[in-house]
Nanobody, 115 residues
Framework: QVQLVESGGGLVQPGGSLRLSCAAS????????MGWYRQAPGKQRELVAT???????NYADSVKGRFTISRDNAKNTVYLQMNSLKPEDAAIYYC?????????WGQGTQVTVSS
C-alpha cells in the first residue's frame, strides 16, 4: 500500500506563492509518473501538472507559466511551486500517480487565495 501525504497549503493573497509537498511512503516505483490534482468546491478533480521519473513535465493551460512541478526520487517526494496565484486556483490539492488504478487519495492540502 502507498500512503500519500500532502502539505504546504494555506491562505495567500492573489499574486502570492506557495510550495506544496507530497510525501509518498510504501512500495514506490521510482519510474512512476506523478501528478498534482486539484478539486474546487462543486467541481470535478482536475489534473494540473505531471512529472515523469526523468523530470519531464506537463501542465494544464490554466497554470502553465505559473506552476512548476518537480520530484525528488530519493525522498519519494513531489513538489508543486505555485506562483502568481489567482482566486481561481483555490482548491484542495492532491498528488497521485498518473496511471490507473491510482493509489488511495491522501487528505490533500487546502489552498485559499483571497485578499
Amino acid at each position: 500500500q502507498v500512503q500519500l501525504v500532502e502539505s504546504g497549503g494555506g491562505l495567500v493573497q492573489p499574486g502570492g506563492s506557495l510550495r506544496l509537498s507530497c510525501a509518498a511512503s510504501g512500495k514506490i516505483n521510482r519510474f512512476t509518473a506523478m501528478g498534482w490534482y486539484r478539486q474546487a468546491p462543486g467541481k470535478q478533480r482536475e489534473l494540473v501538472a505531471t512529472v515523469t521519473s526523468g523530470g519531464g513535465t506537463n501542465y494544464a493551460d490554466s497554470v502553465k507559466g505559473r506552476f512548476t512541478i518537480s520530484r525528488d526520487n530519493a525522498k519519494n517526494t513531489v513538489y508543486l511551486q505555485m506562483n502568481s496565484l489567482k482566486p481561481e486556483d483555490a482548491a484542495i490539492y492532491y498528488c497521485n500517480k498518473i496511471a490507473t488504478p491510482r493509489w488511495t487519495w491522501g487528505q490533500g492540502t487546502q489552498v485559499t487565495v483571497s485578499s
